[in-house]
């Protein structure tokens, strides 16, 4: 091979080599970049979920138009509803019902559920009841509690407290009765016993599960105010999706799940605030 | 009448009595301000000898007494230290309020014993911290104190260095001898170190493995406190009583 052309074929390769590093280190630069934005900022992993979700319905929408409402008419649909007035109103409503009812469980099952660990007694005569209504959801009530309590909000909160309550009767029993025994031993050999052990020691030991009856109450609230609502209410986000259904606006029904999704993202949050910040030293690990 | 008393105790955990007893025919004695070690091999029953006292539990047959009264429940004069460092303590409470938790004494009178037995077991600094924040050795310390602060007539410690490092543990058996020899104390001490009986005992009971253990001997170590760990004489009683225990753990099962 003539030299010449040997010194072409080298220069080539060398200015090849070149832009290769160039790229190489461009492309290193651009994935440093990307890592160090993954790692300083927490909501881009939401953002890009959000992106992908819009992208992934659009593409849905359009393949089948008739039965998927494309992304942004929904949005606009939902800025109309909230514009009148009527969404807030309805979320507000809905979120309303279910914090009574929900507050309402609480209150009655957890000292149930602690009353079921505590006492021998106790369990032998409700436990029967509470396996057999456990099963028995709260929709299957709603005539019931209709003649009892009347076509208002009572109604609605009953139902919601009743699905409430069987949640939070199991963990509050759970709760005490995974203490670990060295606990309530220490306590006995203090000289701390029967009501002051069950007030000072049985009750605090008890609440991380109790926290987690709570929120698990918290998600099923949401899920019985809408049964509820779509079979017995003139208001709420339940209201809302069922009675868009006659007039064939599915995207009102979307409108209805993404709030309802939103507030309860929003409810979990101010649950998981308040946990952390008034009973960490509980053990309460709420995430 | 000795102080301490466990006159043929059995105990089995099967009501309906098909399988062995864990314990059988087991005697034990313990003068006050004796400090006695109970040696053996794991799983052979130590805890429950102590569960026993401490009045946790009840035995299937025989007496248990200490003061010339039967054991029937807890109480805080019988007071334990549980070889788990973080169950035993109330997580939700700070330093202070756990060393406080079982004083019935006025608020005022509370603060300065609190504050004497905080001093006692050198957590001077840490009385506002939660359990969370505390070191293995550190919470120990605050189990000691607790139960000292009852003003116990015997003091049952389950194996309680047994999960802190070997450091922290050398340092919690000279204070422990240290508080021993102020205060003369009946301790019952369970363990299955041999080096942990010789440092701290006058008296070492060797058990049986269970099931049906019983007390096999019974060594006295004539040596001065405060003891060293690796002094010549200590090392010298470790290797006597080897053989002994030795013997037992030979005896355990392989699982």
């Known amino acids: 091979m003539p030299s010449e052309s040997r010194k072409r074929v080298e220069r080539m390769t060398e200015k090849e080599e070149r832009s290769n590093m160039v790229r190489s280190q461009k492309l290193k630069a651009t994935a440093g970049l990307l890592r160090r934005m993954w790692r300083n900022n927490r909501y881009l992993g939401t953002i890009m979920s959000i992106i992908i979700l819009l992208g992934v319905w659009k593409l849905v929408a359009m393949s089948m138009p008739l039965f998927v409402p494309s992304a942004l008419p929904t949005l606009r649909s939902m800025y109309e509803l909230a514009a009148e007035g009527q969404l807030v109103e309805f979320t507000l409503v809905t979120l309303y019902r279910i914090l009574v009812g929900w507050a309402i469980g609480v209150a009655l099952g957890i000292p149930v559920g602690w009353l079921i660990a505590q006492s021998d007694l106790f369990k032998r005569i409700v436990d029967p009841y509470i396996n057999f209504f456990r099963f028995i959801p709260p929709i299957i009530w709603v005539t019931v509690f209709l003649i009892w309590f009347g076509y208002n909000d009572l109604t609605r909160c009953a139902l919601v407290a009743y699905a409430t309550f069987m949640i939070c009767v199991i963990h509050g029993t759970v709760g005490m009765i995974t203490i670990p025994q060295e606990k309530t031993r220490a306590a006995l050999n203090l000289g701390v016993k029967g009501w002051e052990l069950f007030r000072r020691v049985k009750i605090p030991a008890s609440l991380p599960e109790v926290f987690t009856g709570m929120r698990v109450a918290m998600t099923n609230s949401f899920m019985t105010i809408i049964a509820v609502e779509m079979l017995t209410a003139s208001s709420g986000i339940g209201y809302l999706a069922w009675t868009s259904r006659l007039y064939f606006r599915l995207d009102y029904v979307f409108v209805s799940i993404i709030t309802l999704g939103l507030a309860g993202l929003l409810t979990d949050s101010a649950f998981r605030m308040i946990s952390k910040k008034y009973f960490r030293r509980f053990g309460v690990a709420i995430d | ?255």
């Not at chain 2, 009448?1 to 309906?16: C, G, N, P, Q, R």
């Not at chain 2, 001898?177 to 080096?195: A, G, R």
């Open chain 2, 1 to 255: 009448m000795a102080f301490i008393e466990l006159t043929d105790v059995s105990l089995s955990y099967d009501t309906k009595g098909s399988s062995e007893p864990e314990i059988e025919q087991f005697n034990l004695t313990v003068e006050q301000g004796e400090f006695a070690v109970l040696l053996g091999p794991s799983g052979c029953g130590k805890s429950s000898i102590l569960n026993l006292i401490a009045g946790f539990i009840r035995p299937t047959s025989g007496t248990v007494s200490v003061d010339d009264e039967q054991v029937r429940e807890p109480s805080p004069q019988r007071g334990m230290v549980f070889q788990s460092v973080d169950a035993p303590l109330f997580h939700w409470l700070t330093t202070k309020q756990n060393i406080g938790f079982g004083l019935r004494t006025s608020q005022a009178e509370k603060e300065v014993l609190v504050e004497k037995y905080i001093r006692m077991v050198h957590l001077t600094g840490s009385e506002h911290k939660y359990p969370s924040e505390l070191s293995g050795g550190m919470k120990q310390r605050v189990q000691l104190a607790r139960i000292w602060a009852m003003d116990p007539a015997v003091l049952l410690m389950d194996e309680p260095f047994a999960n802190l490092d070997a450091i922290t543990k050398e340092i919690m058996q000279q204070e422990l001898q240290d508080l021993w020899l102020q205060t003369k104390k009946t301790i019952v001490y369970v363990t299955h170190s041999i080096e942990e009986a010789v440092v701290l005992g006058q008296k070492v009971l060797i058990m049986t493995a269970g099931p049906r253990a019983h007390v096999k001997t019974e060594a006295r170590i004539a040596l001065d406190y405060p003891r060293d760990p690796v002094s010549v004489d200590v090392i010298r009683y470790v290797r006597a009583l080897r053989e002994d225990i030795n013997e037992e753990v030979r005896k355990v099962p392989r699982r």
